[in-house]
């Protein structure tokens, strides 16, 4: 077999931990298990792909009866960190190690495990690929030395976190699990999987309610070109070049279709599994865009979030194309009626085309502060927003103070703000720009996948004697993916600046 077959073989061998963490198993686990149990095999890799901030590691034999009556324990405090229940997600990753088994005994030698149950606390990359001992100065693998009780272990872990968790917390209930997000830019990066899961129920919504249609479908393709070439996630980027390869096989340009194979592509689309971000990309387990109500925020938050990543990374040629692209996406796709005529009202009232990123990203931006300062009083009125996350003109002075030249409110009215936009504007390139699309580090599990993909792909194209006709947007996306977005990117964002600068107004 080939090295990296088994490379894959290996790393995937974690999945169905990793996904039953996140309350996505294939039904093997015992039920109440919260916690991630990892081995030899799939330690490594899992950990490195962590997304939690922290991870507790309980290493145990299944033998011992001490362990065995320390598990409710251990599964209570789990319950508050993992799983798509969990009151405080994307803190600590809660896993175990049995190490009575086999497979598993060089691995708790590698952490010098001395008894049972033996807890150890840490930043889940620095697990991976690494030794461990008490003896260690300076390690960031610490023994928890007062964990044998549920209370006492998140005692242990609230005094890490500064935090004030309580074993009963649950979903939506308990403002301490509510990200600082609005003084603190350092929040930001965990948007990334917020992004990720709106792009995915985008997705999602457009195909359960057959959306795509002769007058439709052309703006779809236009909007996941850029989602190709600028999309925050590596994995929604490879997701979508590949959804774009495939496009004219589940939605030819004559879709003049009887109901029965409508429902027949439907049926095809479903079948071939399209994740555009990645199967591993859970269902409401949001982080940066999580309310204090299961209603609010959520995937509106993170559609937004990824729209202003968009408008601040790409070139002042694709500008104009990009403004028309967002505008069509939302009207033909957002399903909230409402918000959809609001939002293409105020993409109609522009009346000069675009010139320059800088120009969209500020009229985004602007944009949703008008839309903000609507929804501030209908909510007031109604008694529908998040009390948690109340509407606001933003980004507030905390975020940025030089963004204000001066500020009033009224006594019944929004603030109202003198905007420094040759501020505004490099806040914005770097809060959805550099700082978000720099938290997303592609995993060792999501790399070798995008290989695996990427080259099948590649394969088929190459052994098939009738290639697919596909939509240039596909055959651009091809090329982009395939290259890994390398050097061959440049060439193509050069080429469709110019094919595009002379389809603009000017």
Partial sequence: MALGAVLLLLALAGRGDALRSLGVGDGAAAQGDYAVDLNATSFDAFLTASREQFAVVEFFAHWCPACRNYKPHYEKVAKLFNGPDAAHPGRVLMARVDCASKVNVDLCSRFSVDHYPFLLWGPPPKFANTKWDRKQEKSEIKLIDDGRTAERLLKWINKQLESSFTLDDKKYENENMLPNNVSDPKQVVQAIYDVEEATAHALQIILEHKMIKPDTRDSLIRFLQILVAHHPSKRCRRGSAELLINFDDHWPSNLSLSSQDSSKLLESVAADNHKICGKEVPRGYRMFCRGSK???????????????????????????????????????????????????DMCSSVSVPFKSARDLSLWLWSTHNKVNERLMKEEKDMGTGDPSFPKAIWPPKALCSSCYRSSSRTSDGPLQVDWNEDEVFPFLVNYYGKTLVSSYKETYIESLQGKTQVGAALSDDASSSHAARVPIGAALGVAVASCTFGALACFWRTQQKNRKQRKNWN
């Fill in 294 to 344: 299961s209603e609010t925020r959520g995937f509106s938050c993170g559609l937004w979030v990824l729209l202003h990543s968009l408008t601040v990374q790409i070139g002042d040629g694709e500008s104009q194309s990009t403004f028309t692209s967002i505008c069509d996406f939302i009207h033909n796709f957002f399903i909230c009626e409402e918000c959809r005529k609001h939002f293409y």
